[in-house]
């Protein structure tokens, strides 16, 4: 099936850091969605991505469509302690029915 | 807002016993979702429907069954448990594929299966 490749797999940082991670795949992707985690908690929706090139931001976090349409990244800049979790990302295929999701990207913040 | 709500949110059960996960949604959603998350990993897509009467399988749908008799249910059946079925079971919807907005997909708070 269609893989999504999320990297970092985990992240260890200082808090007040600027953090990075992204999703590349082979296929081209109509939607990119960026979802948080929280122990013990469904996925939450952070960022919606829907055109190639749109660049998108919510708080502290933005995310980025490619222009090739195939890969996406999530920036979280000033990282505080509530950052913590995994942050997945997932993508609609062009013409698809199914959300496809990277692997998670671990972020634990050393205080 | 409800939106996606699952039952039970934890169950033990025995190797070989039944059971129904239940999932429903209040957004008049066409397309249903059930996701397993085994722990450190992603999530996997067992089944998925585009509207009632409608289902096919995922990636991982060996033990599973599934039914979608109305837009808002959409059931998913254990029918002999195993113990590698012990995990993380999330139940998502969306609205459609037309449009942008129709492609977000919302998750319930996930159901917490252990087989012993």
């Known amino acids: 099936g269609q893989q999504l490749n999320q990297s970092p797999q985990s992240m260890f940082i200082q808090e007040g850091e600027d953090v990075s991670m992204n999703c590349t795949s082979s296929s081209i992707f109509n939607t990119w969605l960026w979802y948080k985690q929280d122990p013990g908690e469904g996925p939450v929706l952070l960022i919606a991505l829907y055109k190639a090139g749109e660049l998108t931001s919510n708080g502290r976090l933005t995310a980025q469509f490619g222009i090739t349409r195939k890969d996406s990244f999530l920036n979280i800049s000033a990282s505080i302690p509530s950052d913590v979790g995994i942050y997945f990302c997932?993508?609609?295929?062009?013409?698809?029915?199914?959300?496809?999701f990277g692997q998670g990207t671990r972020l634990t913040i050393n205080p | 807002n409800a939106g996606v709500t699952q039952t039970p949110k934890f169950r033990i059960l025995k190797i070989g016993q039944s059971m129904t996960l239940q999932c429903t949604q209040d957004m008049n959603h066409n397309y249903m979702y059930w996701y397993r998350q085994d722990p450190g990993m992603g999530l996997k897509l067992i089944y998925y429907?585009?509207?009632?009467?409608?289902?096919d399988k995922g990636e991982v749908p060996n033990g599973y069954n599934v039914s979608r008799s109305t837009t808002e249910d959409f059931p998913l059946r254990l029918e002999l448990a195993a113990p590698s079925q012990t995990s993380v079971y999330f139940c998502a919807s969306r609205r459609s594929t037309q449009g942008p907005s129709g492609n977000t997909i919302y998750f319930g708070e996930g159901s917490w299966l252990t087989v012993v």
């Open positions: 997932a993508g609609v295929i062009q013409g698809a029915q199914k959300l496809v």
């Open positions: 429907s585009v509207g009632a009467g409608i289902t």
